[in-house]
């Protein structure tokens, strides 16, 4: 699976999960933050940065998906086994195919 696909399984995962994605500039923000899962008028929603790496940008949805139970939902083999590994956001995503 490529960073591209895990990306948008995630994203979907996401949305199945209530979570809404935003994608934002963060510019006025410290270059180090690539955002967060916040409430907002009781909904989570995870802001990332915009021009965030795909590698980043699969760290922050797993995290965020971390706080989730996903263990009833059908999810593609390779999407589960990605989420049951333990991963920090300067992890290695060693997905087997095209960066």
Request: with cysteine; proline share 0%; charged share 30%.
């Given at each position: 699976m490529t960073q591209d696909e895990l990306l948008k399984q995630l994203e979907e995962l996401a949305g199945r999960v209530n979570i809404i994605i935003r994608y934002e500039s963060l510019k006025n923000e410290d270059p180090a933050t690539f955002g967060?899962?916040?409430?907002?008028?009781?909904?989570?929603?995870?802001?990332?940065h915009a021009k965030a790496t795909v590698k980043r940008k699969i760290a922050m949805i797993t995290e965020s998906?971390?706080?989730y139970d996903v263990d009833e939902i059908f999810l593609r083999p390779a999407l589960r086994e990605h989420l049951k590994k333990d991963r920090s956001l300067n992890g290695d995503y060693n997905l087997g195919g095209n960066e």
């Open positions: 967060g899962l916040c409430r907002v008028k009781e909904q989570s929603v995870l802001f990332l998906l971390k706080r």
